[in-house]
């Protein structure tokens, strides 16, 4: 049988780097792609290829499909890891950063999609796509209030897309993580503290403290790369995977709890401290 490809962005650093590393492992081709592939500290492998590709510029999408194609000669399973977060009250967000914000969760994740399943169909190969959405995909916490409207548009857009693309022998399944211990806050995070009015600063702060030591309990990254991987070889009609502990106890609690008893744990939990 011959050795299976999986495209996923986002493989410089976190999920996507270590999602890389466990493919790898298995004995698949990988092809590990981010906008600076020369930056890249994945070591050297024959069946490893790093590769730019910047998912908002469809030219660099294609030109990326290509040289892994040559490489490869198919690629079977393509994870849309790629992301940018922005967190923070909503009137502080600048035009910008909610369009950035759009543009590579949603837009730039769906010109991915869109350029796989054409290769496929014409081709009549089959393939898995796999959008990494997030436990936020699912149930919303304060301040995220962008960052989770693009993950819930990814969820919609996933579910409704795995009905189209059954019939042409393409599976289309989500991998929602809940909390993961990466640089992701840093790097690939921005936010909209600074320009929010002074009105929300003071319970802002102490929000942050509280989702901070949160974040620093969750799971590893390796979790959601096994969840990747179980995914990506799977033969079920599975949809929704879900990743990480918490995610699976979150989940579950917004299940069978009443809403107005679920919003109430959530803020007993982000404000704790503050007086609201």
């Given at each position: 049988m011959s050795t299976k490809t999986v495209l996923i962005t986002g493989s410089s650093t976190g999920i996507g780097k270590v999602t890389a590393l466990y493919f790898l492992e298995k004995g698949w081709n990988v092809a590990a792609t981010m906008r600076t592939p020369e930056k890249s500290d994945l070591g050297s492998n024959s069946r490893l290829l790093a590769v730019a590709l910047d998912v908002t510029k469809e030219e660099s999408i294609k030109s990326a499909w290509?040289?892994?194609?040559?490489?490869?000669?198919?690629?079977?399973?393509?994870?849309?890891?790629?992301?940018?977060?922005?967190?923070?009250p909503f009137e502080g967000a600048t035009t910008e950063q909610i369009k950035r914000q759009f543009d590579t969760n949603v837009f730039g994740l769906m010109a991915l999609c869109k350029e796989a399943i054409s290769v496929w169909r014409t081709k009549k190969e089959k393939g898995i796509l796999i959008n990494i959405t997030s436990v936020g995909g699912r149930v919303t916490?304060?301040?995220?209030?962008?960052?989770?409207?693009?993950?819930?548009?990814?969820?919609?857009?996933?579910?409704s897309l795995n009905y189209e693309v059954a019939p042409l022998g393409i599976k289309v399944k989500l991998v929602e993580p809940g909390a993961i211990r990466t640089d992701f806050g840093g790097r690939s995070a921005d936010h909209t503290d600074e320009n929010a009015p002074r009105e929300y600063q003071s319970i802002l702060k102490i929000a942050r403290d509280n989702i901070k030591k949160a974040v620093e309990r969750s799971s590893e990254p390796i979790e959601v790369a096994k969840v990747i991987f179980q995914a990506a070889t799977s033969n079920s009609s599975q949809l929704r995977y879900k990743a990480g502990s918490d995610a699976k106890l979150i989940l579950a609690l917004r299940k069978l709890v009443p809403e107005n008893l679920f919003f109430s744990i959530i803020k007993s939990q982000v404000f704790k401290g503050a007086e609201i």
């Amino acid at each position: 049988m011959s050795t299976k490809t999986v495209l996923i962005t986002g493989s410089s650093t976190g999920i996507g780097k270590v999602t890389a590393l466990y493919f790898l492992e298995k004995g698949w081709n990988v092809a590990a792609t981010m906008r600076t592939p020369e930056k890249s500290d994945l070591g050297s492998n024959s069946r490893l290829l790093a590769v730019a590709l910047d998912v908002t510029k469809e030219e660099s999408i294609k030109s990326a499909w290509a040289e892994i194609t040559r490489k490869f000669g198919k690629i079977d399973v393509v994870v849309n890891n790629a992301g940018y977060g922005l967190t923070g009250p909503f009137e502080g967000a600048t035009t910008e950063q909610i369009k950035r914000q759009f543009d590579t969760n949603v837009f730039g994740l769906m010109a991915l999609c869109k350029e796989a399943i054409s290769v496929w169909r014409t081709k009549k190969e089959k393939g898995i796509l796999i959008n990494i959405t997030s436990v936020g995909g699912r149930v919303t916490f304060p301040y995220y209030s962008l960052y989770h409207s693009t993950k819930w548009a990814v969820e919609g857009f996933t579910e409704s897309l795995n009905y189209e693309v059954a019939p042409l022998g393409i599976k289309v399944k989500l991998v929602e993580p809940g909390a993961i211990r990466t640089d992701f806050g840093g790097r690939s995070a921005d936010h909209t503290d600074e320009n929010a009015p002074r009105e929300y600063q003071s319970i802002l702060k102490i929000a942050r403290d509280n989702i901070k030591k949160a974040v620093e309990r969750s799971s590893e990254p390796i979790e959601v790369a096994k969840v990747i991987f179980q995914a990506a070889t799977s033969n079920s009609s599975q949809l929704r995977y879900k990743a990480g502990s918490d995610a699976k106890l979150i989940l579950a609690l917004r299940k069978l709890v009443p809403e107005n008893l679920f919003f109430s744990i959530i803020k007993s939990q982000v404000f704790k401290g503050a007086e609201i």
